[in-house]
Nanobody
Framework: QVQLVESGGGLVQPGGSLRLSCAAS????????MGWYRQAPGKQRESVAV???????NYADAVKGRFTISGDSAKNTVYLQMNSLKPEDTAVYYC?????????WGQGTQVTVSS
């Protein structure tokens, strides 16, 4: 049983910040890759940030230097700190865990960047 619950989305002005969180149950945090995808209206889902079991991270070029992914093993939670937000960051953000070769997804949280 794997469940992911996202929170932290909302409406923010350009240049603002949001922190998304994804709390997981039913998995071993330290042995699973995890991260975030996003899907803008009319677009395909795209990878945003990934953190591996050893703590290594990768970011999409569009967010590199602005977003930071991190995890808290005690809370079994992964975070996405989003700074210097742009209107193009507007999307539904989905948390994932890679468990046994399978992706598990949260339901998504809406991020809207607008003046």
């Amino acid at each position: 049983q794997v469940q992911l619950v996202e929170s932290g989305g909302g409406l923010v002005q350009p240049g603002g910040s949001l922190r998304l969180s994804c709390a997981a149950s039913g998995i071993i945090f330290s042995r699973n890759a995890m991260g975030w995808y996003r899907q803008a209206p009319g677009k395909q889902r795209e990878s945003v940030a990934v953190i591996g079991p050893g703590g290594g991270t990768n970011y999409a070029d569009a967010v590199k230097g602005r977003f930071t992914i991190s995890g808290d093993s005690a809370k079994n939670t992964v975070y996405l700190q989003m700074n210097s937000l742009k209107p193009e960051d507007t999307a539904v953000y989905y948390c994932f865990r890679l468990v046994g070769g399978k992706y598990y997804w949260g339901q998504g949280t809406q991020v809207t960047v607008s003046s």
